[in-house]
């Protein structure tokens, strides 16, 4: 299974997560802003599309955009025609403005002629699946698995080494 693919089950495992009414906030939801670097974001009504891929993404061992917009997804990865779309894909859409700031952002599922079936958060203020237009669509992204982590190579397994035995000894603070 791709980490990206992996990224989309975990994501699955969390269908029917949603926000609380009020003054109390779901922990779930706000420790996901956290995830991604967000931990001033203390609520669960601050968009969360974005801190939920970003978080998924995270747990699968993936590079996030770290970012609260939608629409930075559309330069993480690689493009990919939406012919040519797998479960787990990123799919980013417009939001009002074709051309503005807002967007959202999730997890392809599937699509027909004229929506795209998306599992993302902040969906009806939920982790759910629903159906997006298909002209919103402004991107599908796929991470390659090749660039999705850095292999370990003797040189950098033995710089490695050698700062932790520093640290143990005494010779390099840290």
Known sequence: MTRQLEAYHKARELI??????????DAAIVGMF???GHGWVKDDETAWCAAFVGAMLQRA???????LNARSYAEWGDEVPLGSAKAGD???FSRGDPNGWQGHVGFYVAHGNSTVTVL???????VSEAPYKINRLLSVR????ASAATPPTPSNIFATLGKLFALLFGKEKP
Do not use: F
Not at 16 to 25: Q, R
Not at 61 to 67: I, R, V
Not at 142 to 145: D, F, G, L, N, Y
């Open 90 to 92: 990123i799919v980013v």
């Open 34 to 36: 956290a995830e991604v």
């Open 142 to 145: 796929r991470m390659a698995e």
């Open 16 to 25: 029917g997560l949603k926000e609380i009414k009020g003054p109390v906030d």
């Open 61 to 67: 061992g993936l590079p996030s955009t770290k970012k």
């Open 120 to 126: 993302g958060g902040n969906q009806g203020n939920a």
